[in-house]
C-alpha cells in the first residue's frame, strides 16, 4: 500500500525535515505516527498524499509512483485516500450534507449514488439527525466527525489522519477513534499522526517514532513513547 525507500526532504530554508526515511504499510494496517514537536511526522504525512513532495528518493501509495507521477495524476491518486485535520477545514456555508457530499461531487458521482453513500456515512459517525446543520451549529468533535464522513465517502483504501483529536477533549478524542477503528476494521488503512499519548499506549497497534527527520522505532502493539 505504503512503500517509502530512502526518503529524504530538504526544505528550501534548508531544513531537513526527513533523512533516509524507509518505510513499508500493508493494506489494513493502523500505524501511529509520532514523535516531538517538528521532528517531521507532518512532512511524513503531507507526502503520502502529495502535498509535500521528497528531495531524494522513491515513495509507493497505492501503486502510485508519487515522486514521477505528472501533476495531472495527483487528483486520481487522491481519490484513492480520505484525508483529515485537526482544523477541520469544512466549507462553512455549506450543510453537513453538502460537505460531506462534495467530495463525491469532486468525482461527479451520481446524484443517487451521493444520496445513498452520504446517508450511509452520516450514519457511521452518527450524525445523520444533523444533516442540515452548518458547521457554527456543530461543537469540535460533530466537525470532526463530518471531516471523517468526508473523507471516507468514496470508500478510499488508506485514510490518512494529521492530528485528528488535537484540538478535542479526551471523551470526545475517544468517540472519535471508536470511529476511526471501525472503519479500520472494515479494511481501511489508517496513518494517523498524533501526539496523544493516551489513546496510542491503550489501542496498541503499530507505532512509528520520527525524530530528528528518521525513523527511530517501528513496533507492532507500540506504546508512545515520550513524556506527555
Known amino acids: 500500500m505504503i512503500q517509502m525507500r530512502e526518503v529524504c526532504k530538504t526544505y528550501d530554508t534548508g531544513v531537513v525535515a526527513l533523512s533516509h526515511v524507509n518505510v513499508d504499510i500493508q493494506k489494513g494496517e493502523f500505524v501511529f505516527v509520532v514523535g516531538p ?3 517531521g511526522k507532518s512532512t511524513f504525512i503531507k507526502m503520502l498524499f502529495r502535498e509535500e513532495l521528497p528531495t531524494e528518493g522513491r515513495l509507493l501509495v497505492n501503486g502510485h509512483d508519487v515522486v514521477e507521477m505528472d501533476r ?9 485516500l480520505g484525508v483529515i485535520f485537526q482544523d477541520y477545514r469544512l466549507l462553512p456555508d455549506k450543510t453537513v450534507f453538502e460537505n460531506v ?6 468525482i461527479e458521482a451520481p446524484r443517487r449514488l451521493m444520496q445513498r453513500s452520504v ?14 446543520s452548518f458547521p457554527s451549529q ?5 466537525q ?15 485514510v490518512i489522519a494529521d492530528e485528528p483529536t488535537g484540538n478535542l477533549d479526551p471523551e470526545t478524542s475517544w468517540d472519535i477513534m471508536d470511529i476511526f ?16 499519548r493516551n489513546i496510542v499506549d491503550t489501542m496498541k497497534k503499530r507505532v ?19 513524556e506527555a
Do not use: C, W
Open 101 to 106: 457530499a462534495f467530495a463525491m461531487q469532486v
Open 208 to 226: 512509528i517514532a520520527i525524530e530528528d527527520g528518521r525513523i527511530v522505532r517501528d513496533q507492532q502493539r507500540g506504546g508512545y513513547g515520550y
Open 138 to 142: 456543530l461543537s469540535g468533535g460533530e
Open 37 to 39: 514537536s517538528g521532528a
Open 181 to 196: 477503528k471501525r472503519i479500520n476494521r472494515a479494511g481501511t488503512t489508517i496513518v494517523m499522526a498524533t501526539h496523544d
Open 72 to 80: 495531472s495524476e495527483v487528483p486520481y491518486l487522491r481519490r484513492e
Open 144 to 158: 470532526q466527525r463530518v471531516a471523517i464522513a468526508r473523507a471516507i465517502v468514496n470508500n478510499p483504501s488508506i
Open 119 to 132: 446517508n450511509s456515512v452520516l450514519d457511521v459517525v452518527g450524525l445523520r439527525d444533523k444533516y442540515r
